[in-house]
């Protein structure tokens, strides 16, 4: 079966997006964790114990894990794009498709759980998924934005 240059996923094109939506999933969660939820985030996990404890190593890890988790989900959605780019063509549509993927697959279950145990409310639930979904809606955007089909020779 030959494969034409259209169905090679440019790496580079894919590691570019991938920092780029790095960079706005990245910003997104700061926004919406120190200022949309700073208050709604931390009481839940204050009631797991009797004091909240000092500032230190798991919160460090913890801080460290969020951001890499959203670096992740912005060359996720790079990936996607370029991998289903052959099928649906390049363009906005394939965009919002790959945003949307990856929100199903990572962010939708995750609120689904948190929300489901009790760790926030239906309201903050909401709030955040709402959030997620139109930021992986731009990510996909901006990546879509900045893959480019390798040029055919038609």
């Known amino acids: 079966m030959a494969f034409d240059d259209r169905s090679r996923i440019r790496w580079g094109r894919v590691?570019?997006?991938?920092?780029?939506?790095?960079?706005?999933?990245i910003a997104s969660g700061l926004l919406i964790g120190v200022v949309l939820l700073d208050g709604a985030v931390q009481p839940p996990f204050d009631t797991l114990w009797e004091e909240t404890p000092p500032a230190g190593p798991a919160q460090t890890l913890a801080a460290v894990l969020s951001l890499l988790m959203r670096a992740g989900f912005g060359f996720l959605v790079a990936w996607v794009y370029a991998a289903i780019c052959p099928r649906f063509?390049?363009?906005?549509?394939?965009?919002?498709i790959a945003g949307f993927f990856v929100w199903?697959?990572?962010r939708l279950y995750a609120g689904a759980l948190v929300w489901g145990v009790g760790v926030y409310s239906?309201?903050?639930?909401?709030?955040?998924?709402v959030w997620a979904l139109v930021e992986?809606?731009?990510v996909g955007l901006v990546v879509g934005w900045l893959y480019r089909e390798a040029p055919s020779d038609a």
Do not use: R
């Open 15 to 25: 590691l570019l997006g991938g920092v780029a939506g790095a960079v706005v999933c």
């Open 89 to 96: 063509g390049a363009g906005p549509k394939t965009a919002v």
């Open 104 to 106: 199903v697959s990572t």
């Open 122 to 129: 239906g309201a903050t639930t909401a709030l955040a998924l």
């Open 136 to 138: 992986m809606t731009v």
